[in-house]
Nanobody
Framework: QVQLVESGGGLVQAGDSMSLSCAAS????????MGWFRQAPGKEREFVAA????????NYADSVKGRFTISRDNAKRTVYLQMNSLKPDDTAVYYC??????????????????WGQGTQVTVSS
C-alpha cells in the first residue's frame, strides 16, 4: 500500500511559480514510478509529468515541457513538481500518483494504482 498526500496548491498570477509536493507513506516508495496528473473542470484527467523510481528518467507533457520540473527524494519519500511561468490554462486540480514498478514511465492514469486527494492550482490572468 502507498498513501499519497499532496500539498502546495493555491492561487497565483500568470507568470508566477509554484511548487507542489507529494508525501508518500507505506512500503516500497523507492520501487515506484511517480506521476503528476491534472484535471480541469469539464475535462478528463491528463498526464503532466512522470519520474522513474531512481529519478534518472523523466518525461513531460508537451504543454508543460520547459516550464515544469518533476523530481523526487526517496529518502524523504516525496515527489515534487516545480511549476514556472504558469499560465491560466494550467488551472486544475493536480494529483500525484504511484505505480509499483521499476520499469519505465507510464502516462495513462489507468496504469497508476495509488492516488492522492488532489490539490487545487488556480492561475489568474
Amino acid at each position: 500500500q502507498v498513501q499519497l498526500v499532496e500539498s502546495g496548491g493555491g492561487l497565483v498570477q500568470a507568470g508566477d511559480s509554484m511548487s507542489l509536493s507529494c508525501a508518500a507513506s507505506g512500503s516500497a516508495f523507492g520501487s515506484t514510478t511517480m506521476g503528476w496528473f491534472r484535471q480541469a473542470p469539464g475535462k478528463e484527467r491528463e498526464f503532466v509529468a512522470a519520474i522513474s523510481w531512481s529519478g534518472a528518467i523523466r518525461n513531460y507533457a508537451d504543454s508543460v515541457k520547459g516550464r515544469f520540473t518533476i523530481s523526487r527524494d526517496n529518502a524523504k519519500r516525496t515527489v515534487y513538481l516545480q511549476m514556472n511561468s504558469l499560465k491560466p490554462d494550467d488551472t486544475a486540480v493536480y494529483y500525484c500518483a504511484a505505480r509499483r514498478t521499476v520499469r519505465g514511465l507510464y502516462y495513462d492514469p489507468d496504469e497508476y494504482g495509488y492516488w492522492g486527494q488532489g490539490t487545487q492550482v488556480t492561475v489568474s490572468s
